[in-house]
């Protein structure tokens, strides 16, 4: 079974590294890149075919290890 | 229009991020992820109406800073 983990800084939370790439993108004449956000992507491949028991795996990883929960939200999505 | 960049590093290519990342898992007790592979994932909001445009220029983002394409894919979705 395959998940896919998206792991994105809150909303009222600073992201300097967006505000860095917004102005690389800007000095490169990229000036319509208004707001720039950057998370994180992963692909994880899980060794179960129940889907409830891997949903119930999957949070206790963000939770535990993939998302710091203070300052970032996650979300996953399983397929297979 | 609001555009969402995946760029994740090409099949080929070793991921010492991912490779890491197991390892942690497998340390938690989470024996069950057997794949790890770590990407990126930004949101840019774009001052454009022009979906032509906005794909084009997108395009030209990745191929230029958001993406090094020699060991990395990337793919983007636009909406609004």
Request: glycine residues 6%.
């Amino acid at each position: 079974m395959k998940a896919t983990v998206y792991v994105t800084i809150k909303q009222n939370v600073l992201d300097p590294q967006g505000t860095a790439v917004q102005g690389a993108l800007h000095s490169l004449g990229f000036n319509e890149a208004k707001k720039v956000r950057i998370g994180k992507y992963m692909e994880i491949e899980l060794d179960t075919n129940d889907r409830n028991e891997a949903e119930a795996r999957l949070k206790a990883m963000c939770e535990k290890l993939l998302a710091n929960t203070v300052v970032e939200d996650y979300r996953f999505e399983l397929e297979g």
